[in-house]
């Protein structure tokens, strides 16, 4: 069976004044129907911008330089324009980060799901206004028939990310890249979309990919966990495997940053140092100037170690060792 | 709704109150009348006589109440040189100033906007250079040269178009107009495209910065990821929030043109209100020019009202509601 998404050697880079800023640069992944798959990372490592390589939604000057995207088999890369159009939003949905503005704020919210409903199909309006109504209903916003002639402005952050959800859902899509949805959203909030949006996921047997630069959000959410670190995916497996034993260093690193229950008062083990900057990545793996198992070998390129169902790129692997 | 628009009528009130009582101090406390009415071999009898006709001889704040009552109860005086009153002058020309600025309006919406959104969508490549460069011109000519030049090419050498008057007019919904008659219409073409130049480009400047500033907005991006084409993100999304913008300048670039048209109606002999003023100027009528500053002033506070509502319908973070 062809896999839901299939993504290979993808490198998407923007050329700037100052050089080229290669914000993905040769990222592999797979996703099966119904699989939820956590993508995380620091900032800048370019979960973002894999999200909305697949949309095909990457800005000028940015561009996919290389690699494929497959989408239950479908290129995607170098489709044509109107045949990526009419795939988002339909078959493939996004949530963005900031509800705060990923709502028109001059339109309704009747008028923005409604085009939404037509702009994949031929629906009359009061049919795309029930579909609408239903799919707020779904996300749990109350007395949805009133709510849907508000604007933006009169909903709640929280709220308005259920409306970008039920948008998202309106077609019921094979696949949706929720970009750190939860971020900018308080504690309680969060945990209550992720559960719904797991639920409703479930139901439909939808693909989710979840964008994160926080390991404890995906814990419990994802079945499998990718690790980005500057434009590549550096870990990979499933989420259990992946976070009881994690191979790369940078994992382990990342695991340390995730508060437990039987740690509470401790302080967290930080990462040492930043990020490299994007024009400015060292030769080999990236993550060399910051790791404490670095050796000369590390300034070559390290390849992926396959072992059953997870792989890493690290000549080094932290190899079964349980961190503390 | 009721609230707010009883809040800005107190406004206008004030408004108009102070204008009164500056045209009041200007034109009749500062001038004298009576240099005016009276020949100059006048005698100092003769001179009480109309003083005291007049009400000249009370003091200033007898005179000024005066004045007030006289246009409250809609007496804005006679003209000198109609002999007609001169809220009547005025409202027999206001409708040719009203046609050639709502023509000059309409037209900068009608090419100000596609060539803003065109030159916005494509930034620094040769279309957008182009119409940028166009609207540094519609700037930057001054208005009576730039008047000269569209009579000395399209009616002298071309002779395709009338550069004088107003042409036949015809009354249609009883409204006398332009548009009504091919004539009218010829006529209308020039004084208004002169009108027009400055405002197309300041509508074309307007579009592509709303243009530039909206489309790297999230809601944009997201509305792709919706799937909606780029022709409705553009149509509907984008141009609705320029059209904020858009509208506040607009709405007050019409005051200032019916107030400003001066030039324009004088270079094509346009009878407007913008020539009335200069003739009446020219000929000491004061009455005219008092009764013109206070319409323009009442002109303007009704504009901005319209514009607020006009706002409010298009932006619903501002729209005032019922209580
Ligand atoms: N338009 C652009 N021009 C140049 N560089 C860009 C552009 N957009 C993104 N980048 C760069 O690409 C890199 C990856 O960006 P991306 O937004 O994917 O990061 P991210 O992992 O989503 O981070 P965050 O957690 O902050 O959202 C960053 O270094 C960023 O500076
Ligand atoms: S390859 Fe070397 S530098 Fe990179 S993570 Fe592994 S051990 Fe560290
Ligand atoms: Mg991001």
């Given amino acids: 069976m062809t896999p839901l998404l299939e993504i290979e050697g993808l490198k998407t880079h923007f050329p700037t004044a100052n050089g080229v800023v290669k914000a993905v640069d040769g990222v592999d992944v797979t996703l099966s129907k119904g699989e939820i798959l956590g993508l995380v990372g620091e900032s800048g490592s370019g979960k973002s911008i894999t999200g909305f390589s697949i949309m095909g939604l990457v800005e000028p000057p940015g561009e996919i330089v290389e690699g494929s995207v497959r989408f239950k088999g479908e290129e995607l890369v170098g489709a044509p324009r109107e045949r990526l159009r009419m795939l988002r939003g339909d078959r493939i949905a996004m949530i963005f980060q900031d509800p705060m503005m990923t709502l028109n704020p001059v339109l309704s919210i009747a008028t923005q799901m409604i085009e939404t409903v037509q702009a994949h199909r031929n629906t009359p309006r009061r049919q795309a206004r ?3 109504r239903e799919a707020l209903a779904r996300v749990g916003i109350p007395s949805p028939d009133e709510r849907l002639d508000g604007y933006p402005h009169e909903f709640s952050g929280g709220m308005r990310q259920r ?3 039920a948008i998202a859902l309106l077609h019921e899509p094979d696949l949706i890249i929720a970009d750190e949805p939860t971020t900018a959203l308080d504690v309680t909030i969060q945990s209550q979309i992720l559960a719904q949006v797991q639920k409703l996921c479930a139901d439909t047997e939808t693909g989710l990919i979840w964008i994160t630069h926080d390991l404890g959000v995906v814990a419990g959410l994802a079945h499998r966990i990718a690790v980005m670190y500057a434009g590549r995916i550096v870990e990979h497996g499933p989420a259990d495997a992946l976070l009881d034993d994690p191979r790369h260093p940078y994992t382990q690193g990342l695991i340390g940053c995730v508060p437990a229950a039987n740690r509470r008062g401790e302080p967290l083990d930080r990462i040492p140092g930043t990020a490299p900057a994007p024009l400015n990545r060292p030769e080999g793996c990236a993550f060399r100037p910051r790791c404490t198992r670095a050796s000369r070998t ?10 059953g169902l997870r792989g890493w790129h690290c000549f080094h692997p932290v190899a079964g060792e349980v961190p503390a | 709704m009721t609230a707010f628009i009883i809040r800005r009528a107190l406004q206008a009130v004030v408004v108009l109150f102070l ?12 001038g004298d009348p009576l240099e005016i009415l009276l020949p100059g071999d006048a005698t100092e009898a003769e001179r009480a006589q109309v003083a005291a006709s007049l009400g000249l001889d009370q003091p200033l704040p007898v005179q000024f109440i005066g004045f007030l009552t006289d246009i409250l109860s809609g007496d804005f005086g006679r003209s000198f040189v109609y002999n007609r009153p001169t809220i009547d002058v005025i409202f027999e020309r206001f409708p040719a100033t009203l046609e050639l600025v709502v023509t000059a309006l309409v037209l900068s919406l009608l090419i100000g906007i ?4 065109w030159a916005g969508m494509k930034p620094r490549s040769a279309v957008d250079e182009t119409i940028m460069t166009g609207s ?3 700037f930057s000519l001054p208005n009576f040269w730039q ?5 000395m090419i399209f009616s002298v050498w071309l002779g395709w178009l009338p550069s004088t008057g107003r042409g036949d007019t015809a009354t249609v919904l009883s409204i006398r107009t332009s548009f009504a008659t091919w004539d009218g219409f010829t006529h209308l073409i020039l004084p208004a495209i002169n009108l027009a130049l400055a405002q197309i480009a300041l509508v074309i400047r307007l579009t592509r910065t709303g243009v530039q500033e909206t489309t790297p907005l999230d809601f944009v991006r997201f509305a792709r990821a919706r799937g909606l084409t780029e022709r409705r993100i553009l149509l509907v999304h984008v141009m609705k929030n320029i059209l904020i913008p858009i509208v506040t300048v607009l709405g007050i670039e019409f005051g200032s043109l019916i107030a400003f048209a001066v030039v324009t109606e004088t270079i094509f002999a346009w009878p407007g209100i913008g020539k009335l003023i200069i003739d009446s100027i020219n000929a ?9 500053i206070l319409f323009i002033v009442t002109m303007f506070i009704v504009i901005n009202l319209l514009v607020d509502i006009l706002y409010s319908l298009i932006d619903p973070r501002i729209r005032v509601r019922q209580p």
């Fill in chain 2, 284 to 292: 000491l009528d004061r009455p005219v020019i008092v009764t013109y």
């Fill in chain 2, 114 to 117: 596609p060539l803003g959104l």
């Fill in chain 2, 147 to 151: 008047g000269m030049m569209l009579i």
């Fill in chain 1, 163 to 165: 409306v970008a959800i």
């Fill in chain 1, 298 to 307: 590390c300034e070559t390129e390290p390849h992926q170690t396959r072992d």
């Fill in chain 2, 136 to 138: 540094i011109l519609g």
């Fill in chain 2, 19 to 30: 204008t009164a009582l500056i045209v009041f101090l200007g034109v009749y406390a500062i």
């Fill in chain 1, 130 to 132: 029930k579909q609408a």
